[in-house]
């Protein structure tokens, strides 16, 4: 059995680089003296404005960049890990990437995840700007025993993702990370805590949603066990979640729901 103590910040990124990574310092040094060993921060932590535009890809830093270096040097001085949303360049001048990067308590870049399933929905249209990752992507990478997997918030509403991350076949995660902007509107809070407990449910498996705070997000970060049962929870407000995931409370669900093992169908890509 393994255990690992995850810290979610929510906040509200703002379209100042620098602000949002002072914000992102603050949150690991107070996970850090709270006992986490990784810390999560929500979609699109480097840069954000309600609306997705031309600031945006002018925002957008290469993975060597400042940003991203700043994350690192935070990694190194907080001795934990972390996993943030940042705006990647692209090669293509009209684009950025929606990107995850796991940095570990070392400073050193251990996973990158460019989200694959661009938010065209409720009026939104992520592909006029964003360029999407490719499918084939696993992100997927072990931390301190626990192996930990990415996606990103609209991914939660195509179940074949986590069922990737969680297969023992091909990514055996034992915890999903979903950092998202999960847009206010009606109906949004149920489906964000319905998908996000479907996932933990159907999976066996431990799941962390990370949210931005309002005013345009809905808040809502929890860590949910694999029977789907919230261990530790926000509302809407900025906070800072801490819990344990532990792989024997998995091992234990699993011997009484064994539905990934009794699965008749696989995830393929296309």
Same mark, same amino acid.
């Given at each position: 059995?393994?255990?690992?103590?995850?810290?979610?910040?929510?906040?509200?990124?703002?379209?100042?680089?620098?602000?949002?990574?002072?914000?992102?310092?603050?949150?690991?040094?107070?996970?850090?003296?709270?006992?986490?060993?990784?810390?999560?921060?929500?979609?699109?932590?480097?840069?954000?404005?309600?609306?997705?535009?031309?600031?945006?890809?002018?925002?957008?830093?290469?993975?060597?960049?400042?940003?991203?270096?700043?994350? #690192?040097?935070? &990694?190194? @001085? $907080? !001795?934990? *890990?972390?996993? %943030?949303? =940042?705006?990647?360049?692209?090669? /293509?001048?009209?684009?950025?990437?929606?990107?995850?990067?796991?940095?570990?308590?070392?400073?050193?870049?251990?996973?990158?995840?460019?989200?694959?399933?661009?938010?065209?929905?409720?009026?939104?249209?992520?592909?006029?700007?964003?360029?999407?990752?490719?499918?084939?992507?696993?992100?997927?990478?072990?931390?301190?025993?626990?192996?930990?997997?990415?996606?990103?918030?609209?991914?939660?509403?195509?179940?074949?993702?986590?069922? #990737?991350?969680? &297969?023992? @076949? $091909? !990514?055996? *995660?034992?915890? %999903?990370? =979903?950092?998202?902007?999960?847009? /206010?509107?009606?109906?949004?809070?149920?489906?964000?805590?319905?998908?996000?407990?479907?996932?933990?449910?159907?999976?066996?498996?431990?799941?962390?949603?990370?949210?931005?705070?309002?005013?345009?997000?809905?808040?809502?970060?929890?860590?949910?066990?694999?029977?789907?049962?919230?261990?530790?929870?926000?509302?809407?407000?900025?906070?800072?979640?801490?819990?344990?995931?532990?792989?024997?409370?998995?091992?234990?669900?699993?011997?009484?729901?064994?539905?990934?093992?009794?699965?008749?169908?696989?995830?393929?890509?296309?």
């Amino acid at each position: 059995m393994t255990t690992l103590t995850i810290a979610a910040a929510q906040f509200a990124p703002v379209d100042d680089t620098e602000a949002n990574l002072a914000t992102v310092t603050t949150a690991a040094r107070e996970a850090a003296t709270r006992g986490a060993d990784l810390l999560v921060t929500p979609e699109y932590t480097s840069y954000f404005t309600a609306d997705i535009d031309d600031a945006f890809v002018a925002a957008a830093q290469p993975l060597d960049g400042p940003f991203v270096s700043g994350l #690192r040097e935070v &990694a190194r @001085e $907080t !001795g934990i *890990a972390l996993v %943030v949303g =940042v705006a990647e360049v692209s090669d /293509r001048p009209d684009r950025f990437r929606n990107t995850l990067v796991a940095v570990d308590a070392a400073g050193e870049l251990r996973c990158v995840y460019r989200k694959v399933h661009l938010y065209d929905a409720f009026g939104s249209r992520e592909s006029d700007r964003i360029e999407p990752g490719e499918a084939g992507q696993l992100p997927v990478f072990d931390l301190d025993g626990v192996r930990v997997g990415l996606e990103t918030c609209y991914d939660l509403r195509f179940p074949e993702v986590t069922r #990737r991350l969680a &297969a023992p @076949e $091909t !990514g055996a *995660a034992d915890i %999903v990370l =979903v950092p998202a902007e999960w847009v /206010r509107g009606p109906g949004k809070e149920h489906h964000w805590h319905t998908l996000l407990t479907a996932r933990a449910i159907e999976n066996t498996i431990w799941v962390l949603g990370v949210g931005q705070a309002p005013p345009v997000g809905i808040g809502g970060s929890v860590l949910l066990d694999p029977s789907g049962v919230a261990t530790t929870a926000l509302g809407a407000a900025p906070g800072l979640l801490v819990g344990s995931v532990d792989t024997a409370v998995t091992d234990g669900v699993r011997r009484v729901n064994p539905s990934l093992s009794l699965r008749r169908y696989d995830v393929t890509t296309r």
